[in-house]
C-alpha cells in the first residue's frame, strides 16, 4: 500500500517537474492589490509566474472575491499588498486568513513601507492570534549608523546583512549568488511573541530601532520606542502546527521593484531580488519540506524478516530507521541535516524512556531515492506496555515531522526465562529434591523389603 | 395411596431404594429451579471475562497464558496472564471443548451466560453434601432448595453475570464439603481431594483466603478444645502440603502463599499441628511427670522461637505486612482514610442491616437456631459451622460484598433448624417420619401411624403430644417456607436481575420504559471513532467501553496501579488548564462521563466525583483537595452556591455544559441532587461536545487538538467569540498602548 502511494506519488512530482519548480501546497495565488501597487512589484510577480505560479488579482475591496468555495480552498497561496485604504474589504476578515491557513493555504503579506501608511485591521488581528505585534501606524525603523544612502535625511532607508542563523539551523534566505549583498528596507519592523511557531526570518541591524515618527520629541527614549536591534524582526515567518505558512514582511519596499537595485553606497547590486525568491519559495513551500519517506523497525528477536511488527519484547535490541527527504524548488533530495543539529528519537510512554540522536545510515534495509537513512539500535527497557517509536522533529523553517508508531512492548511469556536447571544457584536445591525422592523410595523401598525383627514381648506395648 | 405407602414404610430395602431415587428427583428438581429462577434477563456482564475467555478459546492455553493485553490499562497494558484469576475461563473454555467433542459447538457466548445458573445448581448439590455430613440427608435437601434460591447468592449468579463468583461459591461449598469428609474420616484421599478443589478455588476466586484461613481456624479450634486427634492430622497436613504447592502454581497467586500474612495462619496451623502430633507422640513415650516438664520447657522454646522468627521475617521484609484490603475488614474506617479506591466501591461498603433480610429472609432468624442445634451435638463438624457461622457473620457485616460468603452457611443452618423442627413435629408419638421431601405437602402423610420407625428416633422419645400445636407449627413453616419462595422470586426479578447498562422505569400509565443509553452510547463509540481511540472515563465504565464498544480505555474495573487512576481523578477534579495536559500526554480522545441530573439517575459521575477527588487526592494533595469542593457550611453543592473549584472542575463542566438551555430560563433543575442550577451553564474551551445520548446519562466528549497557530484555547474562543485579545499591547490596541512593543527577548 505504502509502495503503490509512493509511486503515484513519485509519478505526479516528476510529472510536474517537467514544468518549472512549484510550490508543494499548489500553483494557485491570489494577489491583493489595488491597480497602482502592482506596477511596483512587477519582478516579484513576473519571477513567481517564472517558477509556475499562477497569479489571479483582486482588490482588497473586491465583492466577488472568495477565498473558500464549497468549503474547499480556492486559492493555495495569498500575497498581500499594502493598501491605502483603511482596511480591506468584507471578504477578507482576519478570520478567513486563519480558515485559509487551517486548510493548509500559504499566506505573505507585505506590510507598508511608508509610515503613513494604515495597516488593516484584519492584518493586525491576524497578526496578533499568530503572536507578532504591529507597532501602531506611524512608526518607522531607523539606524543612524549603516546609512544606505547619504542623501535620505531620517535614516529610514537601513541596510541589512542577508540573514544568518545558528549552526544547528538551515539558512534557506541566502541562496543568492553574493553572500555579501546587503539588503534595502523601509518599514516600521515587528515584534515577536514567544510563541515558537513564528521565526523571524530577517531581523533589525544592532543599532536599528522602530520609533513614532510622530513624537515631537528629537530623541527616542523608551517610552517611545517600539522595539530595538535583533529584538526587531523586518521578516517574521509562521509556521502553523499543519505546516501552512504565514510570512510578515515588514515593510512592503524590501520585495518591491524600486530595491532591485544598486545600493548608493557601496555601489553593489542589493541582495533583494534574491531574498525575494528565498522569501516566497519559502512561504509558498518550495523550500524547507520534509517528507518522510518510510519508517522501519524491526527487532533482534525475529531478524530483519519482520518489519514494523506489532509486538516487541521487553529487554530486546530493536532497530529504528526513518528515510528523510527535503523538498527544494522542483525535487526531493536526501535532507541532510545541519551539523549542530540532529534527528531525535524517542521512545516514549507516557514519558520518553529513550531520546537518543539517529545518525545516517550507510545501509539502509529500504533503499530509498533522494533521502537520507536516520537509524539507531537500542535495547527496549524493562517495562512493559504500549510504547511509541517517535520522531518528534520541529526546527525553525522546516515542515513539522511528528512520526509516531505504536508498539506493544510484551513481557516475557512464561516459557521464554531460562529454565530452572540453566540458573547455576539453582543446582542446590534441585540436587535436594531429588535427594529427598531418592530418598523416600530408598526408605519405602527398605521397609517394604526389610523383614520385621520378632520380638512379641514389645511389639505388643504399642498398636 | 395405600400401596405407595406399604412400599415407603414396610420395607426398609424397597424404602431405602425409592428414597434415593426421590433425593435424586428432588435434586434435580431444585437444580433446575435454581438454573430456572436466575433467567429472568440475560446481560452479560463484566466483558472482560468474557474477552478472556473468548481470547483462551481462539488462541489455545498457552496463548491466554502468555496473553499481554495491550488494550486494558493504555498504556501499561496488562499482563493477563499473571494478573487474574484464570479459573473462570478454563472452566468455560473446558465445557466448550468438551462439547466440540461431542458434536455440540455451542458459542463461548452462550456458555458464559449460562455458566453462573448451571454452577447455582451444582452449588445446591454441595449444599446438599454440606448439609447431609452435619444432619442427614433430608436437612441436605432443604439447605440445597435455600441455597438454589436465596437472594444473597442470586445476586452473583444470574444468567450472565459471568465473574468469578459464579463459580467460586460452589467450589467454596465443595471444598468445605471434602475438608468435612476427610476431617471425619481421617483420610488422605479426601484431603487430596479437597486440596485439589482447593487449588481449583485457588485459581477462581480471590476470596480463596477465607477457606485458607477458615479451615486453619477449624483446626486450631479443635485443638484447643482438646479434640486433636490423628484423623485432623491426616486431614489438615494433607491438605495443606498439596494444597499450598498447588495454589502456587497460579501464576496470580505465585509465592504469596508463602510470604503474605493473610496465609500465615494456616501455615502457622500447619506448624502447630506437627507439634501437637510430636508431643501426642512423646506422651505415649515417657511418663507423665516427665512429659509436664518437657511439655513446659517445649512450650517455652516453641514460643520464643516462633515469635522471634515471625518479628524478624516480618521486620526484614520477608513476609508481606497486612494488605490495606485487609485492614479494612478489620476496621472499617481504615479504608475512608488511607485508600479511597477501596471505599469507593459500594460493595466495600459495610453492610446495612435491611440488607441481610433482603438477601435472606427468613432464613436470617433461623441461622442463629441452627448454630444453636449445633453447640448442641458439637462434633467436629459441628465446630466448623460455628467457626464459619462466626467469621461470615463478621465480615458480611463489614462488607456487603461478603454477604456472599455467608450466604452458604445461613442457608445449611436453617436447613438444620427446619429439618430439626419438622423431625420434632412430623412425628405423632412414635417416631417415624420420613423427612426428605420436608416440604409443605408433609402434614397431610402424618395422619400415617405405623410402628417400628427407621429415623432420628433417639432413645429417650419426648415428643410433642398436641396434634394441635404440631398442625399449627407445621401450618406455620410450611406458611414461612411458601413466602421465603415467594420473597426470592420477587427479589430475583425486581432487584437481581435488572442489568446496570439498561435502566427500566415505570412511565405514568405504568408501562415500562427502557432506558438504553449505554449501549447507545457505546454503539456510537464503537461507530464513530476510530479503533485506537483512547477514551477517558472513570474506572466503573472501563470493561464495559472495552467490551461493548471496543475502544481503548485508560482505567478500568481491575486497575490496580492507583495513581493511574488518580490521575483520571484529577483530571476530572481540575480545570481545564490542568486537565488538558494531562489528557494530552495520555493522548485522550474522548472523554466520557455519566450524568443523571436530567433523568434521576442517582448512579452518575457527579455523585462519585468525591471519590475522584479523594483518590487523586491521596497522590497529589497538593493540587487536589476535597475541602475546596464544599462550601464553606461544608456542603457538597452543585447550584450557584457550588465553589469555584467545583464550578472549575471538568467533571461539574462537561456534565452541566449546555445543561441549563434544555430549560426556561432560571429553571434548569438537577433531579438526582435537587438542586437549581445557574442559567449560565458552564463553557468548556478545551473540549467539543461530541455525543449525549437520548436521556443525557452518558456525554461524551472530543478532546481538542493543539491549536493551528499555538494559541491557547481559551484565546481562540475568546477570539472566536468577537473578542479583542486581551492584556496584549500593540497591534490594534492604539497610540498610548501601543508604542512599546511587547518585550519578549528571543534568543
Known amino acids: 500500500m505504502g509502495l503503490t502511494l509512493r509511486s503515484v506519488l513519485t509519478a505526479l512530482i516528476s510529472l510536474v517537474s517537467l514544468s518549472q519548480g512549484i510550490s508543494l501546497t499548489g500553483p494557485r495565488t491570489l494577489l491583493v492589490l489595488e491597480d497602482d501597487v502592482k506596477t511596483q512589484f512587477q519582478t516579484l510577480i513576473s519571477d513567481l509566474e517564472a517558477r509556475g505560479f499562477t497569479t489571479t488579482t483582486h482588490t482588497p475591496k473586491s465583492t466577488t472575491l472568495s477565498l473558500f468555495q464549497h468549503e474547499e480552498r480556492v486559492y493555495d497561496n495569498i500575497i498581500i499588498f499594502p493598501t491605502k485604504l483603511k482596511g480591506l474589504g468584507p471578504n477578507l476578515p482576519s478570520s478567513s486568513f486563519l480558515k485559509h491557513a487551517t486548510a493548509g493555504g500559504n499566506i505573505l503579506i507585505l506590510l507598508p513601507s511608508s509610515e503613513d501608511d494604515n495597516v488593516p485591521a484584519a492584518i493586525a488581528e491576524l497578526a496578533t492570534q499568530v503572536d507578532i505585534f504591529l507597532p501602531p501606524k506611524g512608526f518607522a525603523v531607523v539606524n543612524h549608523f549603516d546609512l544606505a544612502d547619504q542623501v535620505e535625511p531620517e535614516h529610514n532607508t537601513l541596510l541589512v546583512d542577508l540573514p544568518s542563523f545558528q549552526s544547528d539551523t538551515k539558512n534557506y534566505f541566502n541562496s543568492g549568488e553574493d553572500k555579501a549583498a546587503k539588503l534595502l528596507y523601509r518599514g516600521a519592523g515587528l515584534a515577536l511573541g514567544s510563541s515558537p511557531l513564528v521565526q523571524p526570518i530577517l531581523k533589525a541591524p544592532r543599532f536599528a530601532y522602530s520609533y513614532d515618527t510622530k513624537e515631537a520629541s528629537s530623541f527616542a527614549d523608551d517610552e517611545n520606542v517600539f522595539s530595538a536591534g535583533k529584538q526587531l ?122 531520546r537518543i540522536p539517529l545518525s545516517a545510515s550507510s545501509s539502509p534495509l529500504t533503499q530509498h531515492k533522494n533521502s537520507t537513512t536516520y537509524s539507531t539500535t537500542f535495547k527496549t527497557p524493562d517495562q512493559h506496555g504500549v510504547f511509541t517509536f517517535t520522531v518528534n522533529y520541529k526546527r525553525p523553517f522546516l515542515s513539522n515531522v511528528h512520526e509516531k508508531r505504536a508498539v506493544t512492548v510484551r513481557h516475557f511469556a512464561h516459557n521464554e526465562w531460562t529454565r530452572s536447571w540453566g540458573i547455576s544457584g539453582s543446582w542446590p536445591w534441585i540436587a535436594g529434591i531429588w535427594v529427598v525422592v531418592v530418598g523416600w523410595i530408598g526408605f519405602v523401598g527398605l521397609w517394604l523389603w526389610s523383614k520385621p525383627v520378632v520380638a512379641e514381648g514389645k511389639g505388643k506395648k504399642k498398636q | 395411596m395405600s400401596t405407595v405407602k406399604s412400599i415407603l414404610f414396610k420395607d426398609p430395602a424397597s424404602t431405602e431404594s425409592t428414597r434415593s431415587i426421590l433425593r435424586v428427583v428432588i435434586l434435580l428438581t431444585i437444580a433446575a429451579a435454581a438454573v430456572a429462577s436466575r433467567l429472568f434477563s440475560v446481560i452479560l456482564d463484566p466483558w472482560f471475562n468474557f474477552r478472556a475467555s473468548k481470547y483462551l478459546v481462539k488462541h489455545g492455553f498457552f496463548d491466554f497464558w502468555n496473553w499481554f493485553d495491550d488494550r486494558t490499562w493504555y498504556p501499561l497494558g496488562r499482563v493477563t496472564g499473571g494478573t487474574l484469576y484464570p479459573g473462570l475461563m478454563v472452566t468455560s473454555g473446558a465445557i466448550w471443548h468438551a462439547l466440540r467433542m461431542i458434536s455440540l459447538p455451542v458459542d463461548i457466548r452462550n456458555i458464559c451466560v449460562l455458566l453462573a445458573p448451571g454452577f447455582s445448581g451444582l452449588t445446591a448439590f454441595a449444599t446438599y453434601l454440606f448439609t447431609k455430613e452435619m444432619k442427614d440427608s433430608g436437612a441436605g435437601l432443604l439447605a440445597a432448595a435455600f441455597m438454589g434460591i436465596a437472594p444473597g447468592y442470586i445476586s452473583r449468579s444470574v444468567a450472565g453475570s459471568y465473574d468469578n463468583e459464579a463459580i467460586a461459591i460452589f467450589l467454596l461449598m465443595f471444598t468445605f464439603y471434602l475438608w468435612i469428609k476427610a476431617a471425619k474420616l481421617g483420610s488422605a484421599m479426601w484431603g487430596g481431594l479437597c486440596a485439589l478443589f482447593y487449588f481449583y478455588m485457588v ?55 508463602v510470604k503474605t500474612s493473610e496465609h500465615m495462619a494456616a501455615l502457622g496451623i500447619f506448624g502447630l499441628i506437627q507439634l501437637v502430633a510430636f508431643v501426642d507422640y512423646l506422651r505415649g513415650q515417657v511418663s507423665s511427670k516427665q512429659f509436664n516438664t518437657l511439655l513446659r520447657a517445649l512450650v517455652i522454646l516453641i514460643t520464643i522461637v516462633a515469635f522471634t522468627g515471625l518479628v524478624t521475617l516480618t521486620v526484614t521484609g520477608v513476609i508481606a505486612p497486612w494488605s490495606g484490603r485487609f485492614y479494612s475488614l478489620w476496621d472499617t474506617g481504615y479504608a475512608k482514610i488511607h485508600i479511597p479506591i477501596i471505599a469507593s466501591v459500594s ?28 453447640f448442641r451435638q458439637l462434633t467436629d463438624e459441628h465446630v466448623f459451622i460455628i467457626v464459619y457461622s462466626v467469621m ?160 481503548t480505555t485508560l482505567v478500568d474495573n481491575n486497575t490496580w496501579n492507583n495513581t493511574h487512576i488518580a490521575t483520571v481523578g484529577k483530571a476530572m477534579a481540575s480545570s481545564e488548564e490542568v486537565s488538558y495536559d494531562i489528557l494530552r500526554k495520555h493522548e485522550v480522545d474522548y472523554v466520557l462521563i455519566i450524568f443523571g441530573g436530567l433523568l434521576g439517575y442517582s448512579g452518575d459521575d457527579i455523585n462519585k466525583f468525591l471519590w475522584m477527588v479523594r483518590i487523586a487526592e491521596g497522590v497529589w494533595p497538593q493540587e487536589v483537595q476535597e475541602r475546596k469542593f464544599f462550601t464553606h457550611r461544608g456542603e457538597y453543592k452543585v447550584d450557584h452556591e457550588a465553589t469555584d473549584t467545583m464550578k472549575n472542575s471538568l467533571m461539574y463542566k462537561m456534565s452541566y455544559y449546555k445543561f441549563p438551555s434544555l430549560f426556561p430560563p432560571g429553571q434548569a433543575q438537577d433531579r438526582v441532587r435537587g438542586a437549581r442550577l445557574p442559567s449560565e451553564g458552564p463553557v468548556l474551551h478545551t473540549l467539543d461536545e461530541a455525543f449525549t445520548s437520548e436521556n443525557w446519562i452518558v456525554r461524551i466528549y472530543k478532546v481538542k487538538d493543539l491549536d493551528q497557530f499555538g494559541r491557547d484555547h481559551f484565546s481562540v474562543s475568546a477570539f472566536e467569540g468577537g473578542k479583542k485579545k486581551k492584556g496584549k499591547k500593540g497591534g490594534m490596541a492604539g497610540r498610548a498602548a501601543g508604542k512599546r512593543g511587547r518585550r519578549v527577548v528571543r534568543i
Not at chain 1, 237 to 249: E, H
Not at chain 1, 294 to 312: C, L, T
Not at chain 2, 228 to 249: E, F, H, K, N, P
Request: contains cysteine; hydrophobic residues 45%; negative net charge.
Open chain 1, 233 to 354: 524582526a523586518l521578516v517574521a515567518g509562521v509556521q502553523t502546527r499543519n505546516n501552512a505558512r504565514i510570512t510578515f514582511v515588514g515593510g512592503a519596499d524590501l520585495l518591491a521593484d524600486k530595491s532591485f537595485t544598486k545600493v548608493a553606497r557601496t555601489n553593489q547590486m542589493s541582495g533583494n531580488r534574491a531574498f525575494a525568491k528565498d522569501v516566497t519559495a519559502w512561504t509558498f513551500k518550495e523550500t524547507g519540506v520534509l517528507r518522510v519517506d518510510g519508517i522501519e523497525h524491526w527487532g533482534e528477536e525475529f531478524g530483519q524478516g519482520v518489519v514494523n511488527g506489532d509486538v516487541y519484547r521487553i529487554k530486546h535490541d530493536v532497530t529504528f530507521s526513518i528515510a528523510l527527504s527535503e523538498y527544494s524548488y522542483d525535487h526531493f533530495q536526501p535532507y541532510v541535516a545541519p551539523a549542530d543539529d540532529a534527528v531525535q528519537f524517542e521512545f516514549t510512554m507516557l514519558d520518553p524512556y529513550y
Open chain 2, 203 to 257: 485459581s477462581a476466586w480471590g476470596g480463596y483466603v477465607f477457606i485458607t484461613n477458615l479451615i486453619p481456624l477449624h483446626v486450631l479450634v479443635l485443638i484447643l478444645m482438646g479434640r486433636y486427634s490423628g484423623r485432623i492430622y491426616v486431614a489438615y497436613s494433607s491438605w495443606y502440603a498439596l494444597g499450598t504447592l498447588a495454589s502456587m502454581q497460579v501464576p496470580f497467586v505465585g509465592f504469596l502463599p
Open chain 2, 392 to 551: 461470615a457473620s463478621y465480615f458480611a457485616g463489614v462488607m456487603v460484598r461478603l454477604m456472599l460468603t455467608l450466604t452458604p452457611i445461613v442457608c445449611v443452618t436453617a436447613a438444620i433448624t427446619v429439618s430439626s423442627i419438622f423431625d420434632t413435629y412430623l412425628e405423632i408419638d412414635s417416631p417415624e417420619e420420613q423427612e426428605d421431601d420436608s416440604e409443605s405437602k408433609k402434614p397431610k402423610k402424618e395422619k400415617v401411624k405405623e410402628t417400628g420407625g427407621f429415623l432420628s428416633s433417639r432413645a429417650p422419645y419426648i415428643g410433642i403430644y398436641s396434634i394441635t400445636s404440631k398442625v399449627a407449627v407445621v401450618g406455620a413453616f410450611s406458611v414461612y417456607l411458601v413466602l421465603f419462595v415467594l420473597h426470592c422470586t420477587w427479589v430475583t426479578s425486581n432487584a437481581y436481575s435488572s442489568p446496570s447498562v439498561v435502566l427500566a422505569s415505570r412511565m405514568p400509565d405504568g408501562s415500562q420504559h427502557i432506558i438504553d443509553d449505554f449501549r447507545e452510547a457505546y454503539y456510537w463509540l464503537r461507530k464513530n471513532t476510530p479503533y485506537d481511540a483512547k477514551i477517558m472515563s472513570w474506572w466503573d465504565y472501563g470493561y464495559q467501553i472495552g467490551g461493548m464498544a471496543d475502544r
Open chain 2, 347 to 374: 460493595e466495600h461498603q459495610p453492610t446495612a442491616w435491611p440488607s441481610f433480610f433482603f438477601d435472606l429472609n427468613m432464613l436470617i432468624w433461623l441461622f442463629p437456631a441452627g448454630v444453636y442445634l449445633c
